[in-house]
């Protein structure tokens, strides 16, 4: 069964900070992983989409990287700002053509002080 | 246009009650998901229909009935629900099918509390 874990849990940065999430998955027979920011209370909000093939992909001030056969993905934000302050979760869709749904990991609570 | 629209936003309902929840997009895709979120926790998947059939249940109790009218269209019918069924309930959507690797776009979610 495969099982995502994200690390840290939580954590808390000053202003301006470059910071990294890191996020394992145990099955490496992926078809992709996706980053997401979910605010409080909220929908999800789809960041970065990082195919089986790919390494990384960038969007703005956010990079993801993606390992596959190390079972690795790390997210990269550049210059944080207090906009930033939310929950990103990690999630892999398995290779599996009968299972279309995502496995999410239980996501790294971010504070950006201002 | 791509959004996935959930309605209504917030939902309070007796143990008795019979509610739906509503979920819509316009994206073309042939995929569309419930997922069930408690707080603090990540989002659990219930439903997968695939081209209005459905593809996945993990084994969700029968009080929770899911309906894809059209390719449009999700509907999640419940029914005798218990206060443990409290949860964000999040709709999700995607291009289908075969081996291709399309990203899901979610909801806003449905905030559901059972009285």
């Known amino acids: 069964k495969q099982e995502v874990t994200q690390i840290p849990a939580a954590l808390s940065v000053p202003e301006g900070e470059n910071l990294v999430l890191n996020c394992s998955f145990t099955?490496?027979?992926?078809?992709?992983l996706q980053w997401f920011r979910q605010d409080p209370g909220k929908g999800l909000t789809s960041l970065l989409l990082?195919?089986?093939?790919?390494r990384e992909q960038t969007s703005g001030r956010l990079n993801a990287s993606l390992d596959k056969s190390s079972g690795r993905s790390t997210l990269y934000i550049a210059a944080s700002q207090p906009g930033d302050s939310a929950t990103y979760l990690c999630a892999v869709r398995l290779l599996d053509t009968g299972r279309r749904a995502l496995t999410f990991g239980s996501g790294t609570r971010l504070q950006v002080q201002p | 246009d791509t959004e996935v629209t959930q309605t209504p936003k917030h939902l309070v309902m007796g143990m008795t009650n019979k509610k739906s929840l509503k979920c819509e997009q316009h994206?073309?895709?042939?995929?569309m998901y419930w997922y069930k979120q408690k707080a603090k926790k990540p989002p659990e998947l219930m439903f997968v229909y695939s081209y209005e059939k459905l593809s996945i249940n993990e084994s969700v109790p029968s009080r929770f009935s899911p309906e894809c009218p059209n390719s449009s269209l999700l509907n999640l019918h419940l029914h005798a629900l218990q206060p443990e069924d409290s949860a964000l309930y999040l709709c999700?959507?995607?291009?289908?099918?075969?081996?291709?690797?399309?990203?899901?776009?979610f909801g806003p979610g449905t905030r559901l509390t059972v009285l």
């Open positions: 099955d490496s027979a992926i078809y992709n």
């Open positions: 994206m073309g895709h042939r995929a």
């Open positions: 990082i195919q089986s093939s790919q």
């Open positions: 999700a959507s995607s291009q289908e099918p075969g081996p291709s690797e399309h990203e899901q776009f």
